[in-house]
C-alpha cells in the first residue's frame, strides 16, 4: 500500500460546481497534512494546510480524519482558474519528510 | 525576484554523460531539498539539506551526488545518466522549525531528457 493515495482523476466539472478530493494515508503517526496545486508544467506551490479542526480558505475548505486516516478537500463555486493537479501531502511523524501523493487532476469546464 | 531559482530549465544530453543542476534560495531558509517528478507526476524526495548537513537521503543511487557550498545553495550532480533518470528535477527550501518542516518554496524546475 503507497504511504499516501489519491485518485488520479481527472474531475471534469462544470464551473460553479463544487467538487470534493479524497486522500488516504498509511502512517497513523503522521503529523502534519497540507495540499498542494500542481499547475501544467509549473511548480507546486502550497494551497493550505490541514489542521485537526478544519480550515477553510475562502472557497476551499480542508478537513482532516484522524480515525479514519484520510484527508479532504473542498472546492465551492469552481473556477476555470481552479484546473489545476491537487497534490495531498503528509509529513509522517519520525521521519520529517514531506510525502506527496500522485495528485488529482481537476478540469473546470465552461 | 525569483524566491528559488534553478539552472538549467531544460537539459537534453546523451547516456552516459555527467551533469549538475543548481538552486538557489534567497529566501534565507535553512533547508533545501531535491525531488524528481517522473513522467507518472509523482513526485518523490530525494535528498534535503539542513544548515549544509545532509538530513534527509532517499534510497537513491550512488550517481546521485548533492552538494551544499552554503545554506542558500544545493547543487545536484548526476553521473553516467541513464534514460530512467529522464524526468523533471524539483529543488525547494522552507524553513525547519522543531523538526517539522514548515511550507515548501519550489524552483521552476529543470526538465531532464536523456537519450
Known amino acids: 500500500r503507497k504511504e499516501v493515495e489519491q485518485d488520479p482523476g481527472p474531475f471534469n466539472v462544470p464551473e460553479g460546481a463544487t467538487v470534493a478530493f479524497n486522500c488516504t494515508y498509511s502512517?497513523?503517526?503522521?503529523?502534519?497534512f497540507f495540499w498542494y496545486r500542481q499547475d501544467c508544467r509549473k511548480e507546486p506551490k502550497l494551497l493550505m494546510s490541514?489542521?485537526?479542526s478544519g480550515n477553510e480558505d475562502g472557497r476551499f475548505t480542508a478537513q482532516l480524519n484522524r480515525a479514519s486516516q484520510y484527508i479532504s478537500l473542498l472546492i465551492r463555486d469552481s473556477k476555470l482558474s481552479d484546473s489545476a493537479t491537487y497534490l495531498c501531502?503528509?509529513?509522517?511523524?519520525?521521519?520529517?519528510?514531506?510525502?506527496f501523493g500522485s495528485g488529482t487532476r481537476l478540469l473546470v469546464r465552461p | 525576484d525569483t524566491a528559488v531559482s534553478q539552472t538549467p530549465k531544460y537539459l537534453v544530453t546523451q547516456m552516459g554523460n555527467d551533469k549538475s543542476i543548481k538552486c538557489e534560495q534567497n529566501?534565507?531558509?535553512?533547508?533545501m531539498y531535491w525531488y524528481k517528478q517522473d513522467s507518472k507526476k509523482f513526485l518523490k524526495i530525494m535528498f534535503s539539506?539542513?544548515?549544509?548537513?545532509?538530513?534527509i537521503n532517499e534510497t537513491v543511487p550512488n550517481r546521485f551526488s548533492p552538494k551544499s557550498p552554503d545554506k542558500a545553495h544545493l547543487n545536484l550532480h548526476i553521473n553516467s545518466l541513464e534514460l530512467g533518470d529522464s524526468a523533471v528535477y524539483f529543488c525547494?527550501?522552507?524553513?525547519?522549525?522543531?523538526?517539522?518542516?514548515?511550507?515548501?518554496?519550489f524552483g521552476p524546475g529543470t526538465r531532464l531528457t536523456v537519450l
Open positions: 539539506y539542513n544548515n549544509k548537513e545532509l538530513i
Open positions: 502512517n497513523s503517526a503522521s503529523q502534519s
Open positions: 490541514v489542521y485537526s
Open positions: 501531502v503528509v509529513i509522517m511523524d519520525s521521519s520529517y519528510k514531506l510525502i
Open positions: 525547494a527550501s522552507s524553513v525547519w522549525t522543531s523538526g517539522i518542516s514548515n511550507e515548501q518554496f
Open positions: 529566501l534565507g531558509h535553512d533547508t
